[in-house]
């Protein structure tokens, strides 16, 4: 097993659709990240949870669902979105909040 | 404003030359600094890092980078490139959020 691993690696969905991205990680950590990885962007972090607390969302829209069942499972329920919505999201982790962080392979992610 | 900044969205060097990869950081930045490498269709890995100590920091693959707090710079060198370390490099910085602050990358490409 790999330390994070995020499920499907590849995604396509239209405007409509509902859709959840998968992120386990096998590290013992205690913090989990999602991050959107767009062309020609900077990594957008999108939110944080610490012992399964939401601690930081960073102004995404609500077309975009985190939840973190507990400090292992970190899901990214999706519905609605937005042709602009299309990137690679990338799922990491860290253990006690600290900035090393541990990422996984991610899914790409094309809304049609 | 950005507090990362990457200088060259593309470098193109030879096999067996020098590889330098430009960082800035702004000067508000508490110093923790770091590399991370992405290859094609995975997530990004850690090349090094920098919290205390000694300004001159070792990495993974023969990489190094060094803290300069003068220059507020920490860039990414190599002394001798490989058709492997083709990919992209991620500077990131803790900018006291509670996860790291990314550039917006640099493609390596190496030519044989």
């Known amino acids: 097993e790999t330390g994070v691993t995020q499920t499907p690696r590849h995604l396509v969905m239209g405007m409509t659709n509902k859709k959840s991205l998968k992120c386990e990680q096998h590290?013992?950590?205690?913090?989990m990240y999602w991050y959107k990885q767009s062309a020609k962007k900077p990594l957008e972090l999108m939110f944080v949870y610490n012992f399964k607390e939401q601690t930081e969302n960073n102004s995404v829209p609500s077309r975009f669902s985190p939840e973190c069942p507990n400090s292992s499972h970190l899901f990214l329920h999706l519905h609605t979105l937005q042709p602009e919505d299309s990137a690679l999201y990338l799922c990491?982790?860290?253990?006690?909040?600290?900035?090393?962080?541990?990422f996984g392979s991610g899914t790409q992610l094309s809304v049609l | 404003a950005q507090s990362v900044t990457q200088l060259g969205s593309h470098v193109s060097v030879s096999e067996g030359a020098l590889v330098l990869l430009r960082c800035n950081y702004s000067?508000?930045?508490?110093?923790?600094l770091f590399w991370y490498v992405q290859y094609p269709n995975q997530g990004l890995q850690l090349l090094l890092k920098y919290t205390t100590g000694a300004t001159l920091v070792k990495g993974i693959n023969g990489f190094e980078a060094e803290f300069k707090k003068s220059e507020t710079s920490f860039h990414l060198t190599k002394p001798s490139a490989h058709m492997s370390d083709a990919a992209e490099y991620f500077c990131?910085?803790?900018?006291?959020?509670?996860?790291?602050?990314f550039g917006s990358g640099t493609r390596l490409q190496v030519q044989p």
């Open positions: 990491a982790s860290s253990q006690d909040g600290g900035k090393q962080l541990f």
């Open positions: 990131a910085a803790d900018t006291g959020r509670r996860a790291l602050t």
């Open positions: 000067s508000s930045v508490p110093p923790y």
């Open positions: 590290l013992g950590h205690n913090a």
